[in-house]
């Protein structure tokens, strides 16, 4: 090597290092360690409408998410053509009573919706939700039909497997979100839970979040963030979901799982089909992104 | 009121009643339809005999047609005067398109008897072609293939411009509009279909025809007003004019049907009984009554040598359609909806109304172009890329008004089987580039999935080796109702195609795994 040869690999080698930008990497260990640990409060009864009330409680009831002149989203899965006893879509007592206490609580606004996998009108009849809307009398309970117009495109700034995706307006723009899946059998995600449910504001070729789905519905939830989850595990689908079809897949459990931590509420919920949380890729990438709990023993557990 | 107000007024309503039941041809928050929105086909006569004669059965689904049998023996052809939707729309727009040369000629009077012979004579020996002749199928199919989806394009697009660009103000007029334009006449759902431009222009030509002569559809074409026209010819009540009224001939003027003829007799073949004659004769001589023995009853006046040509086209005709091809080999991708009868006779019962295309609420059921012959031409076919069969939806059948789609209950319907899919394992992603997906596994509805997966390892795009779970389709299980073709994320065509493989009308079509019939 000559001087020459012997100075420029030098000034490359040395430019190299002081043009790189520092970084360090903060494990998801070490940023869920200065949190508190998440509450997570689950229960059972066969009174729904009470058992809504009781769930809450722990977590400071209703009025701790829904404040007096919010705008409210309750986003409920009902995606399928299939009714309550099937258990692919949330049961309606439970959407009707979390509505309910959330006009009690003065909501301006209420809005219900989903955009669907079967056809729409089919589902939110078979679903019974619409008739539960319908029975609750209140005009500031709106029970709509997602209208296509309303899709706006959203980026999706620290997504890792998606960057754009789009959204509806009324999720966007809501004071308070409050996410009400149904916990079924999933053969791709395993589970579906609340990460997946949010899939429902989606808009366009939703087929597509399928490709490394774990990643996308984490990347989802960046921006989407419920104030609360509340899942619904009053009858769970172990078998040919998330639409099942057969009264022999579905168990019933009568449980309520809520939490404001969205990755808490899913990693619970988990355990109720004797699974493990690590289990689910959703669950695993939305907590890598720190964006809540997935260990058990790190969470405040509370039977209400 | 004088009495074409009356006859007005019976239009304008039957009208309503025709819009309504094509607005209500729709799910409406229950399987079971409400109203018989299918009635106007089975009032129809000349369907009836044309499905009859294509059954070699009386369809009891077209009883109705019967009592309009019935009616044109007293009365004449007072439905094309009062009732017939489409020649109330005619009427309607005869201001603006007014006849090109006043002259009533009449030329191509006797052509609706001669394609009426043609086209039951067809029926009979296998080239069903009713249905591109009868005007409510032309009628509905325009309506609900083209018209009624194209509105639905113009408000959204008003109310899409208006959400977006106009101010807030503006929106809170708009808004409440396109709620209530949702709410009442605009179809739920953007609708799209195949020969939507075909559809409404054949339904354009009836009006066009407009220009040559007022009613010409009706007076030279209607296989529906010929139909009646021979029950009008022994009809009890008929029009009686004076001989020796003098020389004003404003009811031959008047007349829409061109029924009127130098002697000022009425024909009964032709008239429709719209009554403008009564109103408009300066001298009261025309009436319409019972007691007009007197009248002689005229002549079809057909030309013996056209009407058996008509007679030999009609028999020969139907004897090339087992020359072609697809008597030996059918289209692979013609999939029929749900209760279809067997190919033959479901072509021979179909009329091409439209009604099943426009109740499909997975928008799946499309117009068929030529992949079943020109006798299979607007024959429904579900093209699942499009749309798919809704797995507990039985309304397509409900609303066939022959029985060529049999009406199935829930229970029939989840063990019918359309078809049964097919995978394309070069484009299924988990199959050709090993990326997870399964879109079509989450969607199969029957209770155990007909689409199952199993787990491989594969080479992904990085050269890595990834595990996927890769679809496959159990054939016992399939129904063919194409929501995985639908759902596909794929861009262009679907990874997965429904094939009339295995359908449950045809023990020829059987797959593999099922029993055959022999």
Same mark, same amino acid.
């Given at each position: 090597m000559d001087r020459r040869n012997f100075l420029k690999q030098v000034l490359l080698w040395s430019a190299g290092i002081s043009t790189s930008i520092p970084s360090f990497r903060i494990g998801s260990e070490l940023l869920a360690a200065e949190k508190e640990a998440p509450l997570v409060s689950h229960a059972t009864g066969k009174n729904y409408h009470e058992l809504v009330a009781r769930v809450l409680e722990p977590l400071g009831g209703i009025g701790k998410f829904v404040k007096s002149g919010d705008h409210v989203v309750i986003k409920p899965n009902m995606a399928w053509d299939r009714n309550p006893d099937q258990a692919a879509n949330t049961h309606p007592l439970v959407v009707k009573a979390l509505v309910e206490q959330s006009l009690d609580a003065g909501a301006k606004k209420i809005m219900v919706f989903d955009r669907t996998c079967n056809e729409q009108r089919r589902c939110y009849v078979n679903s019974g939700i619409q008739q539960a809307m319908e029975s609750i009398n209140d005009k500031r309970l709106a029970y709509y039909h997602p209208d296509k117009r309303k899709f706006v495109p959203v980026n999706i700034e620290r997504g890792k497997a998606v960057n754009r995706l789009e959204i509806y307006r009324d999720a966007l723009e809501a004071d308070t979100y409050i996410n009400v899946p149904v916990a079924k059998h999933h053969s791709l995600s395993k589970l579906t839970l609340g990460l997946k449910n949010s899939m429902g504001v989606l808009g366009g070729n939703r087929g597509n979040m399928h490709h490394n789905l774990g990643q996308k519905l984490a990347d989802l939830a960046t921006v989407i963030s419920p104030k609360l989850t509340l899942i619904d595990a009053t009858r769970i689908l172990?078998?040919?979901?998330?639409?099942?079809?057969? @009264?022999? *897949?579905v168990k019933i459990t009568d449980t309520l799982v809520a939490s404001a931590d969205p990755v808490a509420c899913d990693a619970y919920a988990t355990? @109720?089909? *004797? &699974?493990?949380? *690590?289990?689910i890729p959703s669950t695993v990438a939305a907590y890598k992104m720190g @964006?809540?709990? &997935?260990h058990l023993d790190r969470m405040q557990i509370l039977q209400a | 009121m004088k009495l074409r107000h009356w006859r007005r007024l019976s239009q304008i309503l039957c009208f309503v009643l025709f819009l309504f039941l094509f607005i209500k041809t729709d799910y409406s928050g229950s399987n079971e339809l409400p109203y018989a929105v299918n009635i106007l086909f089975r009032i129809d006569p000349f369907l009836a005999a044309s499905v009859s004669l294509a059954a070699k059965t009386l369809v009891s689904l077209m009883w109705p047609s019967l009592i309009f049998i019935g009616l044109t023996f007293i009365f004449g052809r007072f439905f094309c005067g009062w009732i017939c939707p489409m020649g109330s729309l005619l009427d309607g727009v005869h201001r603006f398109i007014p006849q090109a040369h006043a002259a009533n000629e009449n030329r191509f009077r006797s052509f609706k008897f001669y394609l009426l012979v043609f086209l039951l004579i067809g029926a009979l020996l296998g080239l069903p072609a009713a249905g591109y002749f009868d005007p409510f199928s032309i009628l509905v199919r325009g309506l609900a293939l083209s018209v009624y989806p194209a509105l639905n394009v113009l408000a959204t697009s008003f109310f899409t411009f208006t959400y977006q660009q106009m101010p807030e103000w503006i929106n809170m007029l708009t808004e409440p509009a396109y709620a209530f334009l949702k709410k009442t006449v605009l179809p739920f759902q953007q609708n799209h279909h195949d020969l939507a431009f075909v559809s409404f222009f054949i339904l354009l030509a009836i009006f066009i025809l407009e220009r040559l002569e007022r009613r010409f559809f009706c007076r030279s074409i209607c296989p529906v007003g010929a139909f009646y026209a021979i029950f009008a010819r022994f009809s009890l009540m008929r029009g009686k004019a004076g001989t %020796?009224?003098? %020389?004003?001939?404003n009811c031959m003027t008047v007349c829409r049907m061109g029924a009127i003829d130098e002697e000022r007799h009425i024909s009964p073949l032709d008239c429709n009984l719209c009554l403008d004659c009564v109103d408009m004769c300066p001298g009261n001589k025309i009436s319409f009554g019972f007691q007009q023995k007197n009248i002689p009853r005229p002549a079809f006046a057909l030309s013996r040598r056209t009407f058996l040509s008509s007679l030999a086209l009609g028999t020969a005709l139907p004897f090339f359609l087992d020359t072609r091809t697809m008597a030996k080999s $059918?289209? $692979?991708?013609l999939v029929r909806p749900p209760g279809a009868l067997p190919e033959k006779e479901f072509l021979g019962r179909c009329v091409r109304c439209g009604e099943c295309m426009k109740v499909c609420i997975g928008n799946g059921l499309q117009p068929t172009f030529l992949s079943a012959g020109i006798e299979g031409l607007f024959s429904p076919r579900l093209h699942a890329r499009t749309g798919y069969c809704e797995y507990n939806c039985t309304l397509c059948g409900q609303v066939c008004p022959t029985g060529a789609l049999s009406e199935l209950t829930l229970a029939q319907k989840h063990v019918t089987k359309i078809g049964n899919i097919i995978f394309d394992k070069n484009r299924c992603l988990p199959y050709a580039k090993g990326i997870p997906c399964i879109v079509c596994e989450e969607h199969c509805p029957t209770p155990d999935k007909a689409i199952q997966f199993r787990e491989a390892q594969m080479l992904n795009d990085k050269a890595e080796k990834v595990w996927v779970k890769q679809p496959y389709v159990v054939d016992e299980r399939c129904i063919g109702c194409g929501i995985c073709e639908a759902k596909c994320p794929l861009p262009g065509a679907s990874a997965v195609r429904v094939t009339s493989a295995g359908e449950s009308r045809n023990p020829q079509n059987s797959l593999p795994a099922q029993s055959l019939p022999y």
């Open positions: 172990l078998r040919n979901g998330p639409q099942g079809g057969k @009264l022999e *897949d355990t @109720l089909f *004797d &699974m493990q949380p *690590d289990e @964006l809540g709990e &997935m | %020796k009224c003098g %020389k004003c001939r $059918p289209d $692979p991708y």
